[in-house]
């Protein structure tokens, strides 16, 4: 696609649940990222993926948080047993791998647990 | 690890009028600096950024940065603002080489443009 695409762009979830949230990257982007962005906390970096390499998960809060990125492509970021604490929006990003080109963010998810 | 301080969470200015976003970072190795622009409900557009050569970047709409390395600053300026200006700016950092390109960000500031 031309963009990022996010889905779905709303989210409200009873704590206790799980919510699966979709990120459809640029199409020839090797990277692929994952923040959080909550009021007045600016951008917080949750997990990372390069190609076939190795995932860098150290951004994520919790074992409640998990993500994966099926063919290069594709991610899914799930959030089991929600807390009022991950309400929050959901920013994905994804480039052509290297620091030169900056990221391209899709719109978000957000997500409100209630 | 990289750090990325923001001095200002809010910045008031009347259209027309000169601005200045303050960027200050921490790193212990050479970077790679970046600023994007957030619009209300909107994700993040990437507004300019330094990768190495001249200090002075120009970026979209008019905003230029300036690397200062002795300063570890980034700040991030134009001449005249427009009512269309008003959103949320972050500054962010990545290490140079390597192979994670993963970006740390500022907690931003938000540029209000008052007619």
């Known amino acids: 696609g031309a963009g990022v695409s996010q889905s779905p762009s709303n989210k409200v979830t009873e704590k206790g649940k799980d919510v699966e949230l979709r990120c459809d990257p640029i199409?020839?982007?090797?990277?692929l990222y994952w923040y959080r962005q909550s009021l007045g906390q600016g951008l917080e970096f949750l997990i990372y993926f390069q190609g076939n390499s190795a995932p860098d998960k150290s951004g994520l809060p919790s074992d409640r948080f998990s993500a994966e990125r099926t063919g290069g492509s594709v991610s899914t970021l799930t959030i089991q047993r929600t807390q009022q604490e991950d309400s929050a929006v959901y920013l994905c990003a994804s480039s052509l791998g290297g620091q030169y080109y900056g990221y391209t963010f899709g719109s978000g998810t957000r997500l409100t647990v209630v | 690890a990289q750090s990325v301080t923001q001095l200002d969470s809010q910045v008031p200015v009347f259209e027309e009028a000169p601005v200045e976003l303050r960027c200050n970072y921490s790193s212990s190795v050479s970077v790679y600096l970046f600023w994007y622009v957030q619009y209300p409900n909107q994700g993040l557009q990437l507004l300019l950024k330094?990768?190495?050569?001249?200090?002075l970047v120009k970026g979209i709409n008019g905003f230029e940065a300036e690397f200062n390395k002795s300063q570890t600053s980034f700040h991030l300026r134009k001449p005249s603002v427009h009512i269309s200006d008003t959103a949320e700016y972050f500054c962010?950092?990545?290490?140079?080489?390597?192979?994670?390109?993963?970006?740390?960000f500022g907690k931003g500031t938000l540029l209000t443009v008052n007619p």
């Open positions: 962010a950092v990545s290490e140079t080489g390597g192979s994670n390109y993963k970006l740390t």
């Open positions: 330094y990768l190495s050569g001249s200090t």
């Open positions: 199409s020839g982007h090797t990277a």
